[in-house]
Structures are given as C-alpha cells and as structure tokens.
C-alpha cells in the first residue's frame, strides 16, 4: 500500500491564483481531512469527510473547497489564494471514525506570494 | 472548543535519558487519543494509538498514559537515542476530529 499520498510536495502561487491540492488514499479509508500547520501552532482542521459524497466544514475552512466524489480522493480547493494561507498542508484518513488511528499524507508546503 | 497543551516546549537531554512528554486538554469528552512524531519537513508518523477505555498503550521503549477524566495523557520514552530527536504531537480525538497540541521538541545529545 502507498498509504496516503499528497501532490505537489511544493507550491508557489500568486496572490488571487487558484489551485487544487490532490489527495488520495489506497487503503479503503471511509473518513479523509485536510490540515494546515503553521509555525509554533498545533495542525488546524480545514474540512473532512465522513464517505464519499459527504463532507463538512472543519475549524478554518474560509477560502477553501473541497468534494468527495470517490472513496480514494479528497481533493483541496484554494479558490482565489491569499498570502494567510501560506502553509503546509496534510491529509489524513482512518478507516472509520471515533476509535480509529489516522494517518497522514508526506504534506504540500505552500507559499502564496 | 478543544485545547491542547503540551509541556514542556523543547526539551534536550543527554542519551540515554528517560523522557516524559506530557499533554493536557480541556475537554474530557474524548474517544482516543494519539501521540505523532514528526521530523522536520516531514509529514506525521503515528506512535501510539490510546483509546478512551485504557488506562495505558505500550510500543517497544514507548509507553503512554490517559487519565481521560482530569485530561492529561503522558508520554515515556525509555532510554531515549539521537534517533528519538523530533517534534512530538499529541492528539485527543472528538467527533471524528483530531485536535492538536503545538508540540514538544526533544534533542537527544550523543
């Protein structure tokens, strides 16, 4: 199994680009997330989804969109890119909810110019 | 909203030192929790998985506590090794999201 695995591992975008982040896992996980971890703050929750089909906002999901429209991918969506949002950004799948382990993706280190 | 503190910050002890990583949160309502390290610029490893119902989790030189109902969780590290120098993460886990704690960096001196 690849795990979860993340492309690009580097971006630069301009202030207003838009760009997708790409997410897949190989493992039949059911829940997948996206984070974002910047210097000396704990990893934040952007968005997750519970199967495909169905996703929710996490604790800082503003300028950013996501669908799930296969059990493997969960793709990241920066709509108009903003230089708050520069930022290294990990997803995370588990194969159920609450009493299952999560694992993360290698990360995408985004710089917004 | 959950809060996670992990004390101390950074940490740096000579090899073959026993660590003790500790983290705290505000809310006790929590289904498991885990303990990740990470390298620098790398993604998270997991290390321990600790459901809400055990006391303790052991792997190897690695061992952790969960005391759910006063929110503290504690990580060992026995007989630590350059090896074990990294960012070390805990996450309680709560409504199918983890919340993370800023970390605590240990340096392990040969």
């Known amino acids: 199994n690849a795990g979860v695995t993340q492309t690009p591992k580097f971006q630069v975008l301009k202030t207003g680009q838009s760009m997708t982040l790409q997410c897949a896992q190989d493992m039949n996980h059911e829940y997948m997330s996206w984070y974002r971890q910047d210097p000396g703050m704990g990893l934040r929750l952007i968005h997750y989804s519970v199967g495909a089909g ?60 | ?61 690695l061992n952790a506590s969960l005391d759910k109902s006063s929110g503290r969780s504690t990580l060992y590290i026995a007989a630590s090794q350059p090896g074990d120098s990294a960012t070390y993460l805990c996450a309680p886990k709560h409504d199918y999201k983890l919340s993370f704690g800023a970390g605590t960096t240990v340096t392990v001196r040969a």
Do not use: H
């Open chain 1, 54 to 113: 169905i996703t929710d906002q996490g604790e800082v999901p503003n300028g950013y969109n996501v669908s799930r429209s296969t059990t493997e991918d969960f793709p990241l969506r920066l709509l108009s890119a903003a230089p708050s949002q520069t930022s290294v950004y990990f997803c995370a799948s588990s194969y159920g909810g609450q009493g299952y382990e999560q694992y993360f993706g290698p990360g995408t280190r985004l710089t917004v110019t």
């Open chain 2, 1 to 61: 909203k959950q809060e996670v503190t992990q004390i101390p910050a950074a940490l740096s002890v000579p090899e073959g030192e026993n660590l003790v990583l500790n983290c705290s949160f505000t809310d006790s309502a929590i289904y498991n929790l885990q303990w990740f390290r990470q390298d620098p610029g790398k993604g998270l490893t997991s290390l321990l998985l600790i459901q809400s119902s055990q006391r303790e989790q052991t792997s190897g030189r």
